[in-house]
C-alpha cells in the first residue's frame, strides 16, 4: 500500500498563475478530503468527494478555487488565478467510509509570490 | 460540522514522563478520532474511540472518552523525543454526513 500520494511536494508560483495540485488516494477507499493549513487558521476542510461526487465544497474559500475527481483514483485541486494568501499547505487524505480513520499524503507546500 | 477544541496548546516535557492533553467538543458524536502530525508531514492515525467507549489502549496510549462532559483526554506514557509532534483530536459527529474538521491541535515537545 503506497498510501495518499500527493504531487507536487513543493510549488512556487507568482501571483495570477494557475496552480494544480494532484492527488492519488489508497484504492478502494470511497472518501476523499482536500484540507489547507496554515499557522493562523489551523487546518481547514474544503472540500471532500463520496464515490467521485462532491458532497460538501462549502469550505472552499473562493470562486478561484475548484476540485474535481474524474476517477477513484484521482483527484485535482486548482486555484485560478493564485494570490499570496493562497501560500499554505495542501493535504490530501482519504478513508473507506466517512468518520473512518482518514490517510493523509504528506502534502504540497504552496508558495504564491 | 464541529470541531474538537485541543487543550493545551502547547505542552513540554521531561522524557519519560507522561503528557496528558485533552480535547472537548460540542454536538454527539459516533466516534473520536486522535491524530499526530510530525513537522512537515501529513497528519497520522492514532487511534479511534467509539461513542459506547469510555477508556481504550493502544501501545503507550491511553484515550478516555466521556460523553456527558463531551470531552477526552489522550495520554502517552513514558514520553520519547519521537513522541514530539502536535496532536490533534477529531469528532466524528452523528449522521456521519460531514467530513472531519480539526482544531489547532496540542504542540508537544518531549525535552531529552
Known amino acids: 500500500d503506497a498510501g495518499v500520494i500527493q504531487s507536487p511536494r513543493h510549488e512556487v508560483t507568482e501571483m495570477g498563475q494557475e496552480v494544480t495540485l494532484r492527488c492519488k488516494p489508497i484504492s478502494g477507499h470511497d472518501y476523499l478530503f482536500w484540507y489547507r493549513q496554515t499557522m493562523m487558521r489551523g487546518l481547514e476542510l474544503l472540500i471532500y468527494f463520496n464515490n467521485n461526487v462532491p458532497i460538501d465544497d462549502s469550505g472552499m474559500p473562493e470562486d478561484r478555487f475548484s476540485a474535481k475527481m474524474p476517477n477513484a483514483s484521482f483527484s485535482t485541486l486548482k486555484i485560478q488565478p493564485s494570490e499570496p494568501r493562497d501560500s499554505a499547505v495542501y493535504f490530501c487524505a482519504s478513508s473507506l467510509v466517512n468518520n473512518s480513520p482518514l490517510h493523509f499524503g504528506n502534502g504540497t507546500r504552496l508558495t504564491v509570490t | 460540522s464541529q470541531q474538537g477544541e485541543e487543550d493545551p496548546q502547547a505542552l513540554s516535557i521531561q522524557e519519560g514522563e507522561n503528557a496528558t492533553m485533552n480535547c472537548s467538543y460540542k454536538t454527539s458524536i459516533n466516534n473520536l478520532q486522535w491524530y499526530r502530525q510530525n513537522s512537515g508531514r501529513g497528519l497520522v492515525h492514532l487511534i479511534l474511540?467509539?461513542?459506547?467507549?469510555r477508556e481504550k489502549h493502544s501501545g503507550r496510549l491511553r484515550v478516555t472518552l466521556d460523553t456527558s462532559k463531551k470531552s477526552s483526554s489522550l495520554l502517552i506514557t513514558a514520553s520519547r523525543a519521537a513522541d514530539t509532534a502536535s496532536y490533534f483530536c477529531?469528532?466524528?459527529?452523528?449522521?456521519?454526513?460531514?467530513?472531519?474538521?480539526f482544531g489547532k491541535g496540542t504542540h508537544l515537545i518531549i525535552q531529552p
Open positions: 477529531a469528532p466524528g459527529h452523528r449522521g456521519g454526513a460531514d467530513g472531519l474538521t
Open positions: 474511540i467509539r461513542s459506547n467507549e
